[in-house]
């Protein structure tokens, strides 16, 4: 199944707190769990805040529906705006088939045109295939926050990575 990376628009607010709320129902335990998911107005306010530099929403689609997202955030104090965090997930159906490689290529090119010269993230410990897309796309590990995450009565990591953008 083909899809399309885009920039999102105001039109995108409605399907993409229905994505969010898809992503979220899964439970996964590779995300960092809410309480609930966003309110609509939270997410309208979050989609209107990465519409345009200094920070970016990128859509991926398919037939009309949206399959992927991953937004890219722009400090605004002068001495940290040369990086940017990215966030980024695919619907259930879309993983490991290429999606979320064109969203990082996709966001890589946007952060060059834009002076953004280091995109950061951090992943949980035990997301695997995410450490594995990161490090694929030439994110370096940089480090570690130990037991930065609690469950219950366990622990876990999160790792650090961040990739100079050419």
């Keep these: 199944m083909e899809h399309v990376i885009r920039l999102a628009t105001e039109q995108d607010i409605t399907g993409y707190q229905s994505f969010v709320v898809g992503i979220l129902s899964e439970r996964l335990e590779t ?3 809410r309480v609930q998911p966003p309110t609509p107005e939270q997410t309208r306010q979050f989609v209107l805040g990465h519409l345009g530099a200094p920070s970016a929403l990128f859509i ?8 992927g997202a991953l937004d890219l955030t722009r400090p ?20 490991r088939k290429g999606v979320g490689r064109a969203l990082l290529q996709t966001a890589a090119q946007w952060a060059s045109a834009h002076g953004i010269e280091r995109i950061e993230l951090e992943v949980l410990a035990l997301n695997l295939a995410a450490i594995k897309l990161y490090e694929a796309q030439s994110f370096v590990r940089e480090g570690v926050r130990r037991q930065a995450i609690k469950r219950g009565d366990s622990y876990i990591d999160l790792i650090m990575y961040a990739k100079q953008v050419e």
């Design 76 to 95: 605004e104090r002068p001495e940290l705006n040369h990086r940017s965090s990215i966030g980024m997930s695919v619907a259930a159906p879309f993983r």
């Design 31 to 33: 995300l960092i769990s």
């Design 60 to 67: 991926a689609e398919s037939e009309g529906q949206i399959i």
